[in-house]
């Protein structure tokens, strides 16, 4: 733009002294030619011609003065658009469609131009990921909230217990256990300012499954008496996953807690089975089952989604068989992926 600038400066100083001679010579010329065709031999006399000169200088002075206006004109009135364009931005969250620089005259101006799509592009960026992120912290806050809920239920069975005197000892040290799960899942919510799909956090350890699921069970026991459900558990010796443990109970819990709340079953068996190419841990109820697909869409069964999101962190395959028999769950943990 500075170029164009100077150009057209020196080309205006230029032209005045340019178009004052080019006149001289058109009003000279057109004296001959007129001598020319009369068959004449009149002599010029410059101070005879002054006002046709006058006039012909005028007029190329006029139409050089439009023809910048016209530049000047149309440069405003991109650099208008151009500023009109921006503070749509600034004002509003639904951002314009990028500028079309074919419609752009002046290379400045498509340069220009060029720019504002890119950040037009860049808030539309960051407005999809601020609204992703805001999405996936509600819903984690909710699954959250649901997962204190699923201790609470248990310290409140225990609670039963002991105003009943029964299992006094198994339902203090049920109600010590759900009490420190809460203070590790509320420590969680804070866990990072921004909670997003890139900000959660998994602390992988090795997990014996044997070890683990016989702690979930005797955390759940005297929920499952009180519901009436008796429980068969058998998982193969050695089965260790690599897993965060935290993120892995919470998925366990929620299963139970369906089972508990949910299935109307009066039995459960936990089974663990491996090979050499993956170890499957695969919980069966004699429950009314229930339509996977239907329930989720459900925006209430948290404890649901939280079982299906909750293995694709972990990276397990989870598997549901439901009916009117019943409901199996398989989570399968792959060996060689691992390694």
């Known amino acids: 733009m500075n170029k164009k600038i100077l150009f057209f400066t020196f080309l205006s100083i230029l032209f ?11 009003v000279l010329g057109t004296h001959l030619l007129q001598n020319y065709f009369n068959g004449t031999d009149t002599p010029f006399k410059a101070e005879d011609n002054y006002f046709y000169v006058l006039m012909l200088f005028s007029t190329m002075i006029l139409l050089y003065v439009f023809y910048l206006s016209r530049i000047i004109v149309n440069i405003s009135s991109e650099i208008t658009h151009l500023s009109n364009l921006i503070r749509d931005i600034a004002k509003d969250q ?3 469609d990028p500028v079309n620089t ?3 005259k002046y290379k400045d101006m498509q340069y220009l131009s060029e720019s504002i799509n890119i950040l037009i592009d860049q808030l539309q960026y960051n407005q999809s990921k601020y609204e992703e992120s805001e999405e996936f912290r509600k819903k984690y806050l909710d699954q959250l909230s649901h997962d204190i809920k699923t201790p609470l239920s248990i310290i409140k069975i225990n609670l039963y217990y002991l105003q009943t005197q029964q299992n006094k000892e198994e339902a203090i040290q049920e109600i010590n256990k759900n009490a420190n799960i809460i203070a590790t899942l509320s420590d969680r919510i804070y866990h990072k300012n921004d909670i997003n799909t890139e900000a959660i956090m998994t602390h992988l350890t090795l997990i014996d499954l044997e070890e683990c699921m016989n702690e979930m069970v005797d955390k759940w026991q ?5 519901k009436g459900i008796s429980w068969q558990l058998q998982v193969t010796a050695d ?4 897993l965060d ?6 998925l366990i819990d929620n299963i139970l807690q369906n089972v508990l709340y949910h299935s109307e079953a009066s039995h459960l068996t936990i089974e663990g089975v491996a090979d050499e190419q993956e170890q499957r841990l695969i919980i069966r109820d004699d429950g009314i089952g229930f339509n996977p697909d239907q329930k989720l869409q459900q925006s209430d069964r948290k404890g649901l989604n939280i ?3 909750v293995p694709k962190l972990l990276g397990i395959d989870l598997s549901i068989d439901s009916n009117s028999s019943g409901t199996k769950l398989i989570l399968t943990y ?6």
């Open 16 to 26: 005045f002294p340019f178009a004052l001679m080019l006149s001289n010579y058109i």
């Open 94 to 96: 639904n951002y314009p």
């Open 102 to 104: 074919a419609d752009l």
């Open 222 to 226: 005297n929920a499952l008496k009180h």
């Open 239 to 242: 089965m260790t996953w690599e």
């Open 245 to 250: 443990k935290v993120w892995f109970e919470r």
């Open 307 to 309: 079982i299906h999101e």
């Open 334 to 339: 792959g060996i060689k992926t691992k390694n």
